[in-house]
Structures are given as structure tokens and as C-alpha cells.
């Protein structure tokens, strides 16, 4: 597109008519904007319609009206500033901000109104925020919105109005924070990050300083940068850029499979409603668990990570090749697991007197919050060391971790259903190894198709667990109370729009697909363990990675010349980069710390040795995971000292940014300090106080609680 003849005449006549500054939205010359080409999008939906090709961003800063006295102080608080910036043909066009809130639709009014086509897009990268901040004011311009989907509550993916404007989440397409974002495809711009005081009080008529002007200019000039990169290496339009960072490869994915007639195949394979629910049922997430033997104690340790370990399963292993049939006699454990090999099975498991084969064993593998019906169960971590009775859906894989880990005195087993076992479509394999050759190529190189490469790998097994129906979530625009803005749509049958969605040509991939691939992972995490030295310990495991105090070189090695001799029957080769050869689903050395400690599942501090083995800027360094802390800022708090990594230490919310949110509602109105508010959002710090599973084993064998369950937090936007 860009060396089009039409296409450079555009930008050659822009830069000369327009140099880039930053300007108050009303002093700026819009007839620049007349210069902007439309662009058609031939689909049936948007027949009629035209795309103004311009990419446009917009941010927004706020305070609170007073310094709070202290951290229960909340408050209503207001935006100071708000930037919109332009960008067309590769060129930043101009930065336009404005003080009062009630001007920003007016101003993105007039940007349209300068501009022929029928419809623009505006990002905003986390939109969720921004749009609580502006939602009030833009109504009252546009009125409500003709159609918004959200993807859970406070995070809108897109926002459309009748004057053609749709609002769009930059976010959910980066994955990542504007910063990194822009880090990581080094753009010009980058954010002006640690310039602006976040707590000092402005109101919309306190006078900014040049530094503050830059940081909110920044932001927006980072992020339509960000958005230009993303589209060329993507070679696509500001139509057509996908919503997600999963709907990049999705869209690949669309166009291979349509050669290969894979809507056909799915429409063959794709089950009930029914036996989709259990499905969902089945799936679990990745294994992460730590050895509670070890709890609070220093070790060093060596990790062992796998090479893009669910999309190498999607290249070596057996699936679901069929629809599932039920099975109506009886069968026992024994009979599931010796047909293993030849059939993929989900089914109800039921059994009594469940106990590990060695209660010192560090890694029990029942997932408590799993289970349908659980009695006289003894946990660890939110994973059952024994039990008198579960109840659980499994797969074939799920049975075969229980069957070498756990005996049982009696088990039952009901609802299966069964499908002969193949390899996965050749052309969706070939797209997975491509995409792991382009990633691996690109290392050092182009650093934006590099991640956007990273990216798609990624996403290729996210597809196969996107849920096909998700539960219709509506904003309620008239509301003053927050329990009321977001709410299930309360005429959503989950069951009508499941037929719906197979009957969609872009339905193609099986959601068994996922459930298998966590399953198998799962499974490696417990093979990859047997190659831990007989004397050494195995401390902790996260998803697909273990770290153990010792291994034993000659069986990991085995276990890689087993994966790489998969890889070679399935048809694929190595790909070898600057002198080293790669290859999907090897488990690779990944550090080796001098410093080791955990208090539980996604909970653990370690320090990189000073080894020869870690990158030199690595050693030395404390990094921290606790989920819901920030890693960098949390691992400041500890004052490079391991030993303050215990239960009880509180990891303070003014050093680690994390902040606790509180939501107001309220028609639009003036303050005592004669700022314009809506609705807005109150940050304030939020401590995290850590805790550890238990002080030791022996109080969790004596815990007979059945009703404790360990509180999973999730960081959705976890740093590499």
C-alpha cells in the first residue's frame, strides 16, 4: 500500500502542507484534514460505507481534588488535560489537546466533519478507563452508543456512534502496556514515562507546565506510532487491523483453513451443546505448584523451560480426530487408561479414598476448584492431597497423571464419551511451525515482526480455547449506581447462540483442541520432572517450567532427543539460527539462581547466579513473580534482600503502583474547584500482604478443612 502511486502522492502533498505540532484543539488548521483519502471495505456489512484512512489516538490525564489524608480517602476525581493525535501516510500530522471535557467530542466532531468518509476510528489504549472518564460528556454530544461489545465488565472492545465514529481498544491488541508497547517495536516516540507527578493536585484551569504538555503528547504520539508499525508489518488497513492480539493470526488462520475446506471438517466434528458444556468443564489451566516442603526456605536453583511448549503440542501430538460418541456400558479405570493410546475420552470421574502413592510427594495434581463434589478433602495450595470422595471431569491425559500419582479405593466412571485419536490438519501444523521459524529468525532483527510473530505463535493455541459463546455483557448508560453500569443481558440463551456460532463459515477449530493441549502440557511438566537428579528437589513449577535444585544432564538430553525425534516423524526440522538450532517442545536451560525461595503458587523470589550460563546483565538480579504485584517495582520493595520475601512481608502499594479501584457514576456537574466531571475512577494504593501456603507439611496433613480453597489471582498482562 505504501508504494502505491495514489498512496505517496497523499503523503508527499500532506508533509508539505502540514508540519507536525502540537496544538489547543480550537487553533489548529483542519482543512489539512481534507487531503485524507476514503477508503471501501468490501463486505457486505459495510456496503455503502467509507473509511477515512487516518490513524487517530486519544488519551487522558486525571487528579483527584485534594491530597487524601489517607488511603481511605476516595474521592471523585476529574480529568486536567486530554490529547488527541493524527497521523496519516507515516506522518504525524499534529497533537491536539484541550482542558475541558465537554470539548473532546467537539473536537473529534470536527476532525470527522473535515474528513469525507462515512466512518472513523479512534484508539484508545485501555479504553475501559478512559471511557469511564468521557462516557457522560460523548453522549452528550452523539447521544448513546449504536453498538459496543464488551469484553467483561469495564472493558469495552469497541464503541460505535451514529455520526459513523467507532472507539476502539488498543490494549487488547498490544497485550501490553503503552510503554512496552512501544519498547518493544521501537517507535520514534516512546512514553515520557516519570514525568508526570501523579500525585500532585491540577485542575482543569491550573496552568501545565512544558514537561506535563510533553507527557500527555507523548502518550498519543506513542500509541498511533505503535498502531502504524502493527498495521504495516500486518500489511493491512485501518479497517481491517484486527480487534485482538488473537484475531491477528486468527485471520491467517481463516484464510489457510478456507482453502482446506475446514469449516466442513469442523461442522463434522464440532459436538453438542451438551457435551461442549463438559468440555468446558474438562479444561483446566497450566500446572503451577510449589514443593510445600520447601516453603520460606533458600535454595539454588537451575530452571528448564520448554521451547513454545503448547504450540509445539499442536505439532507432535494426537487430538480428538472425530465427533464423539457415547459410551453406554461400563467401564473401569484400567479399561480407560489402556485405550489411552488410541482414543481421546472425556468423562465423569468418581472416587473414593483418594490418597498420593507417597504423601511426601511435592507436586500433588487435583485441581480442588475443579471438582464437582469434594468431601474430607486435605489441600495444598488449592491441589488435593487426599480426599474421601471427588467428583471431577476429566480426559484420558487427566487419568493418567492421577493413576501414577494417586491410589484410590474405589473409582467409577460415567458419561464417557470417545474419539479415535489423529493428527492434527497438516495445513494448521504448517501454519504453527511457520509461525515458530519466522519467531525464530527474526530474533534480533526487525523487532516489530519479531513480536508480532512472538505474538501469533502465541496466539495459535489461545484460539482453540476462545470459548464459542461468551455471555452477552451490557452498559448501562442512564445508571448512577456502579452495580447496575455492567450486567448480564438477561434474554442471552447460551444454547441458541452455540448454534449460531457453528453455523459460522469462520468456526474452525474444535475447542477440544485447547482442553487436550493444557492436558498434555500438564503431563510434560510430570515427564520433564523424572529428569531431576535423584539427589536433588524439585522446588517449583509454572506452567512450562521447572526449577529444581539439581538435574541429571544425561536424561534430559533423552528426554529432547525424544521431542526432536517427534518432530522428525512429523515431517519437521529444526530451525537453526546463528550457529544454534531450535526446536519446539525441548526443554532448555533458562538460569540458574543463587537464591531461590516460594510461599506458594505464582509466589517466589530468585536471584540469577553469577554464572557464566546467564546473560551477563542478568546476574545478580532479584527478580520477583507474585501474581498481582508488578515484578519490577515488587522486586524494589524487597531492597535486593531474599530473606524479606516472607509471609507477612506487604509489598507497599506507593512503590509498586498497585492501586485499588473505586468506580463513581454521577451526572455531569461542576465541583467546588469549577472542574467539569462525570463518572470517573479513584486510584489509591494498594498494599499486598504476602502469606505462604502453610508454615510447614505437617500442618497441611493435619488440615481437614473441606471447604478451604487458596484465592487464585491472575495477572491478565504478565511482563515476559
Request: hydrophobic content about 30%.
Amino acid at each position: 500500500m505504501a508504494h502505491t502511486k495514489i498512496y505517496r502522492e497523499a503523503q508527499e502533498k500532506l508533509r508539505a502542507s502540514c508540519h507536525y505540532s502540537r496544538k489547543y484543539w480550537q487553533d489548529w488548521d483542519y482543512d489539512h484534514l481534507s487531503l485524507i483519502r476514503t477508503l471501501k471495505k468490501s463486505t457486505k456489512r459495510d456496503k455503502g460505507f467509507t473509511y477515512n484512512d487516518v490513524i487517530i489516538g486519544a488519551d487522558t490525564e486525571s487528579s483527584k481534588d485534594h491530597k487524601p489524608k489517607n488511603r481511605k480517602d476516595i474521592c471523585e476525581n476529574h480529568l486536567v488535560i486530554w490529547t488527541v493525535t493524527i497521523r496519516a501516510y507515516h506522518t504525524n500530522l499534529v497533537t491536539l489537546y484541550g482542558r475541558n471535557p465537554m470539548d473532546f467530542p467537539k473536537c473529534i466532531q470536527k476532525i470527522m466533519d473535515h474528513m469525507e468518509g462515512t466512518r472513523t476510528i479512534l484508539f484508545i489504549h485501555n479504553l475501559g478507563w478512559d471511557w469511564t472518564f468521557l462516557r457522560r460528556f460523548i453522549m452528550a454530544e452523539y447521544g448513546t452508543p449504536k453498538n459496543q461489545l464488551n469484553v467483561k465488565p469495564y472493558y469495552p472492545l469497541f464503541i460505535e456512534f451514529a455520526n459513523g465514529l467507532m472507539i476502539r481498544d488498543s490494549l487488547i491488541l498490544a497485550q501490553r502496556k503503552l510503554e512496552k508497547w512501544a519498547d518493544d517495536l521501537e517507535v520514534e516516540h516512546r512514553k515520557a514515562s516519570g514525568t508526570w507527578d501523579y500525585d500532585k493536585i491540577r485542575h482543569q484551569n491550573t496552568k501545565l507546565s512544558k514537561t506535563d504538555l510533553t507527557y500527555a503528547e507523548y502518550d498519543t504520539l506513542a500509541l498511533v506510532e505503535c498502531i502504524d508499525a502493527t498495521m504495516e508489518a500486518l500489511h493491512c488497513k485501518i479497517h481491517s487491523l484486527p480487534y485482538t492480539n488473537t484475531g491477528i493470526v486468527r485471520n491467517e488462520t481463516k484464510r489457510r483453513g478456507k482453502k482446506h475446506k475446514a469449516h466442513a471438517h469442523y461442522l463434522k466434528v464440532v459436538p453438542s451443546w451438551e457435551s461442549q458444556q463438559k468440555n468446558e468443564m474438562l479444561y483446566h489451566g497450566g500446572f503451577t505448584h510449589a514443593n510445600r516442603y520447601i516453603i520460606n526456605w533458600i535454595n539454588e536453583a537451575e530452571c528448564r523451560d520448554f521451547a513454545s511448549e503448547y504450540p509445539s503440542k499442536i505439532l507432535l501430538e494426537k487430538f480428538p480426530g472425530h465427533a464423539f460418541n457415547k459410551f453406554d456400558d461400563e467401564i473401569t479405570k484400567d479399561e480407560v487408561l489402556e485405550m489411552a493410546d488410541k482414543y481421546a475420552m472425556k468423562f465423569l470421574f468418581c472416587a473414593k479414598g483418594v490418597r498420593l502413592k507417597n504423601k511426601r510427594s511435592p507436586m500433588p495434581s487435583i485441581q480442588s476448584y475443579k471438582c464437582l463434589r469434594k468431601e474430607g478433602a486435605v489441600f495444598d495450595n488449592g491441589r488435593i492431597i487426599s480426599a474421601n470422595y471427588i467428583a471431577i471431569w476429566w480426559c484420558e491425559i487427566d487419568l493418567q497423571i492421577f493413576d501414577e500419582l494417586y491410589t484410590c479405593d474405589e473409582s467409577w466412571i460415567s458419561n464417557l464419551e470417545y474419539s479415535a485419536k489423529e493428527y492434527l490438519p497438516r495445513w494448521f501444523t504448517d501454519l504453527v511451525y511457520e509461525l515458530f521459524k519466522d519467531k525464530t529468525m527474526l530474533k534480533g532483527g526487525d523487532p516489530v515482526n519479531y513480536q508480532i510473530k512472538k505474538a501469533m505463535l502465541n496466539s495459535t493455541y489461545g484460539m482453540t480455547v476462545q470459548k464459542p459463546v461468551k455471555v452477552d455483557i451490557k452498559e448501562n448508560y442512564v445508571t448512577d449506581d456502579p452495580r447496575d453500569v455492567y450486567k448480564e443481558s438477561e434474554d442471552f440463551n447460551e444454547a441458541e447462540e452455540y448454534e449460531k456460532h457453528i453455523k459460522r463459515y469462520s468456526s474452525i477449530l474444535p475447542y477440544e483442541w485447547g482442553c487436550w493441549i493444557t492436558a498434555m502440557a500438564m503431563h510434560d511438566i510430570f515427564e520433564l520432572s523424572k529428569c531431576i537428579a535423584d539427589d536433588g528437589i524439585w522446588l517449583y513449577t509454572d506452567t512450562d517450567s521447572i526449577y529444581a535444585t539439581k538435574w541429571d544432564e544425561d536424561k534430559l538430553n533423552e528426554y529432547n532427543r525424544k521431542q526432536i525425534d517427534k518432530l522428525h516423524q512429523r515431517g519437521y526440522e529444526g530451525i537453526t539460527f546463528e550457529g544454534k538450532t531450535y526446536y519446539p517442545g525441548v526443554a532448555e536451560f533458562d538460569g540458574v539462581y543463587s537464591e531461590f525461595k516460594t510461599c506458594g503458587a505464582k509466589r517466589y523470589a530468585c536471584r540469577y547466579a553469577d554464572d557464566k550460563r546467564n546473560k551477563e546483565k542478568d546476574r545478580g538480579y532479584l527478580k520477583l513473580t507474585v501474581a498481582g504485584v508488578p515484578k519490577k517495582k515488587g522486586a524494589d520493595c524487597l531492597k535486593d534482600d531474599i530473606n524479606n520475601f516472607r509471609p507477612g512481608f506487604i509489598f507497599d502499594g506507593d512503590i509498586t503502583g498497585k492501586t485499588q479501584h473505586t468506580h463513581f457514576y454521577s451526572e455531569i456537574h461542576t465541583d467546588k474547584h469549577g472542574n467539569l466531571i462525570g463518572d470517573s475512577i479513584d486510584l489509591s494504593p494498594c498494599d499486598y500482604k504476602l502469606d505462604d501456603i502453610f508454615n510447614n507439611a505437617k500442618r497441611i496433613e493435619e488440615i481437614q478443612d473441606p471447604d478451604y480453597e487458596e484465592e487464585v489471582l491472575i495477572q491478565i498482562f504478565e511482563e515476559d
